[in-house]
Protein backbone atom coordinates (compact mmCIF):
# COMPACT_ATOMS: atom_id res chain seq x y z
CA UNK A 1 0.00 0.00 0.00
CA UNK A 2 0.99 3.50 -0.41
CA UNK A 3 -0.23 6.75 0.36
CA UNK A 4 0.16 9.87 2.78
CA UNK A 5 -3.31 10.50 4.84
CA UNK A 6 -3.70 7.56 6.44
CA UNK A 7 -7.25 6.90 8.08
CA UNK A 8 -8.45 4.99 11.08
CA UNK A 9 -9.27 1.64 9.76
CA UNK A 10 -7.67 1.37 6.69
CA UNK A 11 -3.96 0.90 8.26
CA UNK A 12 -4.52 -1.92 8.98
CA UNK A 13 -5.32 -3.54 6.21
CA UNK A 14 -2.84 -6.43 5.21
CA UNK A 15 -0.63 -5.72 1.67
CA UNK A 16 -2.50 -9.00 0.39
CA UNK A 17 -5.89 -7.58 0.13
CA UNK A 18 -4.67 -5.22 -2.52
CA UNK A 19 -5.87 -2.14 -1.06
CA UNK A 20 -4.53 1.67 -1.88
CA UNK A 21 -4.81 4.43 0.83
CA UNK A 22 -4.76 7.93 -1.31
CA UNK A 23 -2.81 10.51 0.39
CA UNK A 24 -5.85 13.03 0.39
CA UNK A 25 -7.87 14.84 3.36
CA UNK A 26 -10.83 13.26 2.57
CA UNK A 27 -10.59 9.49 3.80
CA UNK A 28 -10.57 7.48 0.91
CA UNK A 29 -9.79 4.08 0.15
CA UNK A 30 -9.71 1.88 -3.03
CA UNK A 31 -9.10 -1.79 -4.77
CA UNK A 32 -8.73 -2.23 -8.20
CA UNK A 33 -7.68 -4.72 -10.92
CA UNK A 34 -4.57 -4.76 -12.64
CA UNK A 35 -4.72 -1.98 -15.18
CA UNK A 36 -7.45 -0.05 -13.57
CA UNK A 37 -6.88 3.59 -11.76
CA UNK A 38 -10.12 5.18 -10.92
CA UNK A 39 -8.09 8.52 -10.10
CA UNK A 40 -10.58 10.57 -11.90
CA UNK A 41 -13.71 9.02 -10.69
CA UNK A 42 -12.47 9.10 -6.55
CA UNK A 43 -11.03 12.45 -7.32
CA UNK A 44 -14.79 13.23 -8.09
CA UNK A 45 -16.51 11.73 -4.85
CA UNK A 46 -13.56 13.23 -2.55
CA UNK A 47 -14.79 16.79 -4.16
CA UNK A 48 -18.32 15.61 -3.43
CA UNK A 49 -17.12 15.33 0.15
CA UNK A 50 -15.59 18.14 0.39
CA UNK A 51 -18.57 20.31 -1.27
CA UNK A 52 -20.89 18.34 1.20
CA UNK A 53 -22.82 16.68 -1.50
CA UNK A 54 -22.71 13.95 0.71
CA UNK A 55 -20.51 12.71 3.96
CA UNK A 56 -19.78 9.49 2.28
CA UNK A 57 -19.68 7.06 -0.17
CA UNK A 58 -18.62 3.64 -1.76
CA UNK A 59 -18.57 2.52 -5.52
CA UNK A 60 -17.63 -0.85 -7.42
CA UNK A 61 -17.40 -1.24 -11.13
CA UNK A 62 -18.10 -4.68 -12.64
CA UNK A 63 -16.76 -5.62 -15.78
CA UNK A 64 -17.05 -8.56 -17.72
CA UNK A 65 -18.18 -10.14 -14.31
CA UNK A 66 -15.40 -9.15 -12.38
CA UNK A 67 -15.02 -6.29 -10.40
CA UNK A 68 -12.36 -3.86 -11.68
CA UNK A 69 -12.36 -0.87 -8.89
CA UNK A 70 -13.58 -0.78 -5.84
CA UNK A 71 -13.58 2.19 -3.44
CA UNK A 72 -15.23 4.10 -0.38
CA UNK A 73 -14.66 7.70 0.10
CA UNK A 74 -15.37 10.24 3.39
CA UNK A 75 -17.42 9.32 6.64
CA UNK A 76 -20.66 8.56 7.83
CA UNK A 77 -21.81 12.08 8.85
CA UNK A 78 -19.90 15.46 8.07
CA UNK A 79 -18.13 15.23 11.59
CA UNK A 80 -14.65 14.46 11.59
CA UNK A 81 -14.83 11.52 14.82
CA UNK A 82 -17.76 9.52 12.45
CA UNK A 83 -16.89 6.59 11.13
CA UNK A 84 -15.14 6.10 7.73
CA UNK A 85 -16.93 4.59 5.08
CA UNK A 86 -15.43 1.37 3.94
CA UNK A 87 -15.55 -1.02 0.77
CA UNK A 88 -17.95 -2.83 2.65
CA UNK A 89 -20.81 -0.57 4.46
CA UNK A 90 -24.09 -1.08 3.59
CA UNK A 91 -26.42 1.58 2.64
CA UNK A 92 -29.83 2.44 2.66
CA UNK A 93 -30.32 2.10 -1.17
CA UNK A 94 -33.80 3.82 -1.48
CA UNK A 95 -35.90 3.08 -4.39
CA UNK A 96 -33.37 0.83 -6.15
CA UNK A 97 -35.01 -1.22 -4.01
CA UNK A 98 -37.58 -1.23 -7.26
CA UNK A 99 -35.47 -3.07 -9.19
CA UNK A 100 -33.03 -5.39 -7.01
CA UNK A 101 -36.67 -6.96 -4.78
CA UNK A 102 -39.79 -5.47 -6.30
CA UNK A 103 -38.88 -5.89 -10.37
CA UNK A 104 -36.42 -9.61 -9.42
CA UNK A 105 -39.48 -10.77 -8.01
CA UNK A 106 -42.08 -9.84 -10.80
CA UNK A 107 -39.96 -11.18 -13.24
CA UNK A 108 -39.43 -14.88 -11.30
CA UNK A 109 -43.46 -14.57 -11.28
CA UNK A 110 -43.82 -14.15 -14.76
CA UNK A 111 -40.60 -16.73 -15.50
CA UNK A 112 -43.30 -19.37 -13.54
CA UNK A 113 -46.47 -18.48 -15.11
CA UNK A 114 -47.55 -16.99 -11.74
CA UNK A 115 -48.11 -13.23 -13.69
CA UNK A 116 -49.31 -11.90 -16.49
CA UNK A 117 -48.01 -8.38 -17.20
CA UNK A 118 -51.57 -7.71 -19.06
CA UNK A 119 -53.84 -8.78 -16.17
CA UNK A 120 -55.73 -5.82 -14.80
CA UNK A 121 -54.18 -4.76 -11.59
CA UNK A 122 -58.16 -5.24 -10.39
CA UNK A 123 -58.24 -9.45 -10.80
CA UNK A 124 -55.50 -9.15 -7.65
CA UNK A 125 -56.30 -6.00 -5.76
CA UNK A 126 -60.31 -5.39 -5.78
CA UNK A 127 -60.37 -2.48 -3.64
CA UNK A 128 -58.11 -0.69 -6.14
CA UNK A 129 -61.28 -0.22 -7.93
CA UNK A 130 -63.17 3.15 -6.24
CA UNK A 131 -65.40 5.01 -8.63
CA UNK A 132 -63.13 6.17 -11.40
CA UNK A 133 -64.10 3.56 -14.29
CA UNK A 134 -60.45 4.35 -15.46
CA UNK A 135 -58.82 2.13 -12.72
CA UNK A 136 -60.65 -1.23 -14.58
CA UNK A 137 -57.98 -0.38 -17.42
CA UNK A 138 -54.68 0.04 -15.00
CA UNK A 139 -52.74 -3.49 -16.02
CA UNK A 140 -49.79 -4.67 -14.00
CA UNK A 141 -47.51 -3.61 -16.84
CA UNK A 142 -48.60 0.01 -16.90
CA UNK A 143 -47.49 -0.16 -13.10
CA UNK A 144 -44.09 -1.54 -13.89
CA UNK A 145 -43.50 1.01 -16.81
CA UNK A 146 -44.91 4.21 -14.31
CA UNK A 147 -47.76 4.67 -17.38
CA UNK A 148 -50.80 3.77 -14.75
CA UNK A 149 -51.92 7.47 -14.54
CA UNK A 150 -51.11 7.26 -10.52
CA UNK A 151 -48.87 10.73 -9.25
CA UNK A 152 -45.26 10.59 -8.35
CA UNK A 153 -45.74 10.89 -4.80
CA UNK A 154 -48.43 10.45 -1.71
CA UNK A 155 -47.72 11.86 1.77
CA UNK A 156 -49.55 8.97 3.04
CA UNK A 157 -47.62 8.58 6.18
CA UNK A 158 -49.47 11.45 7.39
CA UNK A 159 -52.53 10.12 7.91
CA UNK A 160 -51.52 6.77 9.34
CA UNK A 161 -49.08 5.03 11.48
CA UNK A 162 -49.68 1.08 9.97
CA UNK A 163 -48.96 -0.89 6.99
CA UNK A 164 -52.37 -2.11 6.28
CA UNK A 165 -54.17 1.38 6.78
CA UNK A 166 -51.34 2.78 4.35
CA UNK A 167 -51.56 0.29 1.89
CA UNK A 168 -55.46 0.66 1.82
CA UNK A 169 -55.08 4.68 1.48
CA UNK A 170 -52.38 3.93 -1.76
CA UNK A 171 -54.94 2.19 -3.27
CA UNK A 172 -57.07 4.40 -2.51
CA UNK A 173 -55.21 7.27 -4.42
CA UNK A 174 -56.56 8.56 -7.34
CA UNK A 175 -55.51 8.78 -10.60
CA UNK A 176 -53.80 11.79 -12.51
CA UNK A 177 -53.86 10.68 -16.02
CA UNK A 178 -55.85 8.34 -18.44
CA UNK A 179 -53.86 5.13 -17.50
CA UNK A 180 -51.51 4.10 -20.68
CA UNK A 181 -51.32 7.50 -21.91
CA UNK A 182 -48.55 9.06 -19.60
CA UNK A 183 -45.28 8.17 -18.21
CA UNK A 184 -45.52 9.14 -14.41
CA UNK A 185 -42.88 7.68 -11.84
CA UNK A 186 -44.85 7.08 -8.90
CA UNK A 187 -43.93 5.54 -5.55
CA UNK A 188 -47.57 4.72 -5.05
CA UNK A 189 -47.55 2.58 -8.14
CA UNK A 190 -44.68 0.66 -6.60
CA UNK A 191 -46.53 0.30 -3.25
CA UNK A 192 -49.75 -1.36 -4.93
CA UNK A 193 -47.66 -3.61 -6.90
CA UNK A 194 -45.72 -4.82 -4.08
CA UNK A 195 -48.69 -5.97 -2.66
CA UNK A 196 -49.92 -7.12 -5.61
CA UNK A 197 -46.82 -9.66 -5.79
CA UNK A 198 -47.65 -10.59 -2.04
CA UNK A 199 -51.14 -11.94 -2.74
CA UNK A 200 -49.87 -13.86 -6.02
CA UNK A 201 -47.16 -15.60 -4.22
CA UNK A 202 -48.80 -15.66 -0.76
CA UNK A 203 -45.61 -14.51 0.64
CA UNK A 204 -44.11 -11.60 1.90
CA UNK A 205 -41.63 -9.12 -0.36
CA UNK A 206 -38.94 -9.39 2.18
CA UNK A 207 -39.01 -13.30 2.35
CA UNK A 208 -39.41 -14.06 -1.23
CA UNK A 209 -36.89 -11.74 -2.33
CA UNK A 210 -34.23 -13.18 0.49
CA UNK A 211 -34.83 -16.98 -0.43
CA UNK A 212 -35.23 -16.35 -4.08
CA UNK A 213 -32.87 -14.11 -4.95
CA UNK A 214 -30.27 -12.58 -2.29
CA UNK A 215 -29.71 -16.14 -0.87
CA UNK A 216 -28.93 -17.45 -4.47
CA UNK A 217 -26.88 -14.70 -5.56
CA UNK A 218 -24.72 -14.49 -2.39
CA UNK A 219 -25.47 -11.07 -1.57
CA UNK A 220 -24.96 -11.47 2.20
CA UNK A 221 -25.29 -7.84 2.74
CA UNK A 222 -28.86 -7.23 0.95
CA UNK A 223 -32.08 -6.96 3.39
CA UNK A 224 -35.19 -5.58 4.50
CA UNK A 225 -35.07 -4.08 8.00
CA UNK A 226 -31.35 -4.70 9.32
CA UNK A 227 -30.81 -6.32 12.67
CA UNK A 228 -30.61 -3.75 15.64
CA UNK A 229 -26.55 -4.70 16.08
CA UNK A 230 -26.39 -3.67 12.55
CA UNK A 231 -27.78 -0.38 12.16
CA UNK A 232 -24.67 1.19 14.16
CA UNK A 233 -22.47 0.48 11.27
CA UNK A 234 -24.86 2.14 8.62
CA UNK A 235 -24.76 5.63 7.43
CA UNK A 236 -27.46 7.91 8.77
CA UNK A 237 -29.24 9.42 6.12
CA UNK A 238 -31.62 11.62 8.38
CA UNK A 239 -31.61 14.03 11.14
CA UNK A 240 -35.44 13.73 10.96
CA UNK A 241 -37.11 16.74 13.11
CA UNK A 242 -40.30 16.26 11.49
CA UNK A 243 -41.66 13.11 11.29
CA UNK A 244 -39.90 10.20 13.91
CA UNK A 245 -37.99 12.97 15.63
CA UNK A 246 -35.16 11.30 15.74
CA UNK A 247 -31.48 10.48 13.77
CA UNK A 248 -32.51 7.72 10.89
CA UNK A 249 -30.02 4.98 10.65
CA UNK A 250 -30.15 1.33 10.05
CA UNK A 251 -34.36 2.09 9.27
CA UNK A 252 -35.54 3.31 6.10
CA UNK A 253 -35.36 6.67 5.18
CA UNK A 254 -38.93 7.23 3.22
CA UNK A 255 -41.67 7.94 5.49
CA UNK A 256 -43.84 5.64 3.36
CA UNK A 257 -41.82 2.99 3.71
CA UNK A 258 -41.27 3.41 7.36
CA UNK A 259 -44.88 3.39 8.21
CA UNK A 260 -45.16 0.32 6.75
CA UNK A 261 -42.82 -1.23 8.95
CA UNK A 262 -40.06 -1.03 6.71
CA UNK A 263 -40.84 -3.07 4.04
CA UNK A 264 -42.36 -1.91 0.96
CA UNK A 265 -42.29 -2.15 -3.24
CA UNK A 266 -40.98 1.09 -3.38
CA UNK A 267 -38.46 1.21 -0.85
CA UNK A 268 -36.91 -0.32 2.36
CA UNK A 269 -33.43 -2.10 1.08
CA UNK A 270 -30.04 -1.80 2.35
CA UNK A 271 -27.35 -3.36 0.49
CA UNK A 272 -23.42 -2.68 -0.64
CA UNK A 273 -21.53 -2.36 -3.44
CA UNK A 274 -20.31 -5.80 -3.23
CA UNK A 275 -24.01 -7.52 -3.50
CA UNK A 276 -24.87 -5.00 -6.25
CA UNK A 277 -21.70 -6.56 -8.39
CA UNK A 278 -23.21 -9.94 -7.68
CA UNK A 279 -26.74 -8.90 -8.81
CA UNK A 280 -25.46 -6.91 -12.18
CA UNK A 281 -23.36 -9.80 -13.06
CA UNK A 282 -26.41 -12.43 -12.79
CA UNK A 283 -28.75 -9.22 -14.87
CA UNK A 284 -25.81 -9.42 -17.45
CA UNK A 285 -25.89 -13.08 -18.00
CA UNK A 286 -23.19 -13.54 -16.27
CA UNK A 287 -21.82 -15.82 -12.74
CA UNK A 288 -25.44 -17.29 -10.88
CA UNK A 289 -28.39 -16.82 -13.72
CA UNK A 290 -31.18 -16.31 -12.05
CA UNK A 291 -33.68 -14.63 -14.99
CA UNK A 292 -33.82 -16.36 -18.27
CA UNK A 293 -32.05 -14.23 -21.39
CA UNK A 294 -35.35 -13.17 -22.64
CA UNK A 295 -36.92 -12.45 -19.44
CA UNK A 296 -33.87 -10.16 -18.67
CA UNK A 297 -34.39 -8.51 -22.33
CA UNK A 298 -38.27 -7.92 -21.93
CA UNK A 299 -37.82 -6.18 -18.49
CA UNK A 300 -34.86 -4.09 -19.29
CA UNK A 301 -35.38 -2.58 -23.15
CA UNK A 302 -37.41 0.40 -23.07
CA UNK A 303 -40.56 1.04 -24.18
CA UNK A 304 -41.92 2.59 -27.00
CA UNK A 305 -45.34 3.62 -25.25
CA UNK A 306 -46.49 5.85 -23.93
CA UNK A 307 -45.14 9.03 -25.85
CA UNK A 308 -41.78 10.48 -24.13
CA UNK A 309 -41.06 7.56 -21.85
CA UNK A 310 -37.50 6.30 -20.61
CA UNK A 311 -38.71 3.72 -18.81
CA UNK A 312 -38.29 -0.35 -19.31
CA UNK A 313 -40.29 -2.28 -17.30
CA UNK A 314 -39.28 -1.22 -13.59
CA UNK A 315 -36.32 -0.30 -14.60
CA UNK A 316 -34.97 3.29 -16.76
CA UNK A 317 -32.84 3.67 -19.52
CA UNK A 318 -29.93 6.52 -20.58
CA UNK A 319 -31.89 9.83 -21.63
CA UNK A 320 -30.58 13.17 -22.72
CA UNK A 321 -29.38 14.25 -19.99
CA UNK A 322 -29.12 11.37 -17.99
CA UNK A 323 -27.75 10.82 -14.52
CA UNK A 324 -25.86 8.05 -15.83
CA UNK A 325 -23.67 10.45 -17.68
CA UNK A 326 -22.74 10.21 -21.26
CA UNK A 327 -21.33 7.07 -22.23
CA UNK A 328 -23.89 4.30 -21.10
CA UNK A 329 -24.54 2.68 -24.55
CA UNK A 330 -28.65 2.42 -25.61
CA UNK A 331 -28.64 -0.61 -24.37
CA UNK A 332 -28.15 -0.15 -20.46
CA UNK A 333 -30.47 0.21 -17.57
CA UNK A 334 -30.61 1.58 -14.04
CA UNK A 335 -31.86 3.02 -11.69
CA UNK A 336 -31.56 5.99 -8.99
CA UNK A 337 -32.75 6.06 -5.05
CA UNK A 338 -33.72 9.69 -3.58
CA UNK A 339 -30.32 8.57 -0.69
CA UNK A 340 -27.99 9.06 -3.33
CA UNK A 341 -27.84 5.73 -4.58
CA UNK A 342 -27.53 4.45 -8.16
CA UNK A 343 -26.98 1.06 -10.62
CA UNK A 344 -26.53 1.27 -13.95
CA UNK A 345 -26.08 -1.63 -16.37
CA UNK A 346 -24.34 -1.76 -19.66
CA UNK A 347 -25.58 -4.98 -21.60
CA UNK A 348 -23.40 -4.28 -24.10
CA UNK A 349 -20.36 -3.29 -22.89
CA UNK A 350 -20.77 -5.57 -19.80
CA UNK A 351 -20.07 -3.47 -17.43
CA UNK A 352 -21.85 -2.28 -14.09
CA UNK A 353 -21.48 0.97 -11.70
CA UNK A 354 -23.04 1.48 -8.38
CA UNK A 355 -22.60 4.48 -6.29
CA UNK A 356 -23.82 4.90 -3.05
CA UNK A 357 -23.92 7.47 -0.94
CA UNK A 358 -26.28 9.05 2.44
CA UNK A 359 -26.38 12.62 0.44
CA UNK A 360 -29.78 13.25 2.40
CA UNK A 361 -27.81 13.84 5.53
CA UNK A 362 -28.80 15.85 7.87
CA UNK A 363 -31.78 17.41 6.42
CA UNK A 364 -32.44 16.28 2.97
CA UNK A 365 -31.55 19.48 0.94
CA UNK A 366 -28.18 19.16 -0.83
CA UNK A 367 -29.13 18.56 -4.29
CA UNK A 368 -25.34 18.33 -5.74
CA UNK A 369 -25.60 14.80 -6.42
CA UNK A 370 -27.30 15.66 -9.74
CA UNK A 371 -24.00 16.84 -10.90
CA UNK A 372 -21.60 14.65 -8.72
CA UNK A 373 -23.52 11.45 -10.27
CA UNK A 374 -22.91 12.25 -13.83
CA UNK A 375 -19.55 13.30 -13.79
CA UNK A 376 -18.75 10.02 -11.98
CA UNK A 377 -20.15 7.68 -14.43
CA UNK A 378 -18.65 9.54 -16.97
CA UNK A 379 -15.28 9.27 -15.66
CA UNK A 380 -15.46 5.74 -14.84
CA UNK A 381 -17.23 5.13 -18.37
CA UNK A 382 -14.07 7.59 -20.37
CA UNK A 383 -11.50 5.00 -18.20
CA UNK A 384 -13.66 1.84 -19.40
CA UNK A 385 -13.71 2.60 -23.22
CA UNK A 386 -10.25 4.80 -23.22
CA UNK A 387 -12.26 7.75 -24.35
CA UNK A 388 -9.61 11.09 -23.73
Same mark, same amino acid.
Given at each position: ?137 ? $? ?6 ? =? @?? #?????? /? %? ?114 ? $? ?6 ? =? @?? #?????? /? %? ?97
Amino acid at each position: MQGVAYTVGVTDLPQTHGFEVIGQAVPCVVRRGPGYSGQRALAILNHGCEQKAFPGAAFAVLRNGSTVLQGAVGRFTYDETSQDVTLTTIFDIASVTKVLATTSMAMLLCERGKLNLQQRVLEFLPEFEQADRRRRLV $TIEMLLAH =S @SG #LPAYVR /L %FERTGDRQSLLRLALEVPLEQDPGTHPEYSDIGFIILGELLERISRESLDSFCSREIFALLGMRSTCFRPKAELRSSIPPTRNDQDFRHRVVQGEVHDENASAMGGISGHAGLFSN $TTDLMRFS =S @SM #LGLGTQ /L %FRAETIDGFTRRRTTPSGTSRALGWDTPSSPSQSGKHFSPRSFGHLGYTGTSLWIDAERNIAIALLTNRTWPGNQSQLIKQVRPAFHDAVMEEMLKIS
